[in-house]
């Protein structure tokens, strides 16, 4: 997305040598393992955030659907959702990692998506939490935006944690947004201490936003569990 290249049409290439990539060797993970990591035209390496996208995903949709609990009548909307959830939360954690972006074209669609599943499965929590718990998370974050002077927090941060809020709920997306800085304050600490990164840098806080929500999505039950029984 950032490069703009289309991402539901248009084939994959090979960013190196730009050859069209054959769909035999396009296959997730199993290509990457037979090609030993290199391109077959160039034969130079293919960088590893593939295979592991691919891993991730498949291992989420997998844990997905056994939560959700198979694909009769309405489950099939409760996998769908976590599979869409899955998709974004994985693009934004690699995409702003790398470019410290969160795509509107991931963030937007998907709050249209999630009110729709939360509207025709939980219209009532729709309205008296999930929504609330969204605008409220986003001004939280759109305050921390203005008073670390538009430098600190991003507004592409307001927005993801505007979609937080709205697949979480309360108390869920607290213990969420709660554990992104626990663990986004560790590993600045770690990256500073190891001289990896200076202290006015920014450090993307995406990553942690997206890889806690999923974290949250499929065990906030047993980390809520968790924290109440220790802190
Ligand atoms: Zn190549």
Redesign the pocket.
Known sequence: MPRNLPFIRGRSY?P????KISWYDNIPLLSFIVLKGR??????KISFRYPLVELLTGVFFVLGAEMTGGLGGLAVLGILRVWLITLAMVAVFFIDLEWQIIPDQIVFPLILVISFFSLITTPQSLITNYLPTAVLASAFFYFLHWLTREKGMGLGDVKFVFLIGLILGYPLAVVSLYLAFLTGAIAAVILILTGRAIRKQRIAFGPFLAMTCLAVLFWGEKILWLLKKYF
């Open positions: 090979c190196k040598c730009r050859k391109c077959r035209n160039c034969r130079k």
